[in-house]
């Protein structure tokens, strides 16, 4: 099993010889897990940034006090993959982040899309952003990942549209029965640059939508010959695309 990851604000530039892990994080360490003396843990600001440490001794209930080895730092991983999740009914927004980050998605755009029964707006919708990104610090912290994926502000379908014209492979996942959509399986796929992948919501991309994101180079892709929930389509995808990019080798 590997080490468990906990992060942090700052890792010191050259490491430390001891260091106190604190806080909710400490208490996590101290009073949930129950690490002792000699365990591993791997310290992480989850932006790439990590240190090795040994567990020296824990003082009360909420600091654990470890040895911190060098600080090393993983670079991006290439091509990049960004998925914009349109915003799912209930809690299958935060099952959405939790797997895809479990996957290994680079970044998150949630898409207030226009068949969207969930509707991201004033205080409700911050609250959902918070509930987004607090998914995916705890399942990177779960995967042992070091570089959490990025989840970006709501956007509407325009800024979208923008994110796709600049992305070096654009796809829609998109299936009709009299819609020419093409296997995402055998696409042609980048080494290197950025993937940006749209999931739609439960009712599908609507059309104004779909002739919008072509515009700006997009093309409709399938999984399969199932229809996926929008809670899991993009972990699916996210996971094809790391495989055929090699990413998973």
């Known amino acids: 099993m590997t080490a468990p990851v906990f992060v942090v604000e700052h890792l010191p530039a050259g490491g430390a010889q001891r260091y106190v892990l604190d806080g909710p994080e400490g208490r996590h360490a101290v009073s949930v897990k129950r690490l002792r003396p000699g365990e591993s843990v791997v310290l992480t600001d989850g932006d790439g940034r990590w240190a090795e440490c040994e567990v020296v001794d824990t003082e009360g209930k ?25 915003l799912p009914k209930g809690d299958r927004g935060e099952l959405a982040v939790e797997t895809m980050t479990e996957t ?3 970044a998150i755009v949630p898409w207030a899309a226009a068949r969207c029964i969930t509707q991201w707006k004033g205080e409700r919708g911050a609250k959902a952003l918070g509930k987004w ?6 399942a990177g912290k779960q995967s042992r990942r070091v570089r959490f994926p990025e989840v970006a502000d709501a956007a509407t379908t325009k800024q979208v549209a923008a994110l796709l014209a600049e992305a070096d ?3 829609v996942l998109h299936e009709e029965r009299d ?7 055998t696409a042609e796929l980048p080494a290197e640059g950025e993937i940006v992948l ?11 939508e779909l002739a919008l994101f072509e515009e700006a180079g997009a093309k409709a892709y399938r999984l399969g010959r199932t229809v996926l929930r929008t809670s899991t389509a993009g972990t699916a995808a996210t ?3 790391l495989g055929r990019t090699g990413r998973w080798s």
Do not use: C, H, K, N
């Open 62 to 86: 909420d600091r654990l006090v470890v040895r911190m080895g060098a600080v090393a730092e993983e670079p991006p991983q290439t091509p990049r993959i960004t998925v914009v999740q349109a």
């Open 198 to 208: 749209v999931v739609g919501p439960e009712g599908g991309v609507a059309p104004e």
């Open 104 to 106: 290994g998605v680079d």
């Open 133 to 138: 990104r607090a998914t995916a610090r705890e």
């Open 179 to 185: 819609y020419g959509s093409e296997p995402l399986a």
């Open 169 to 171: 492979f654009a796809a």
């Open 239 to 241: 996971a094809l695309l």
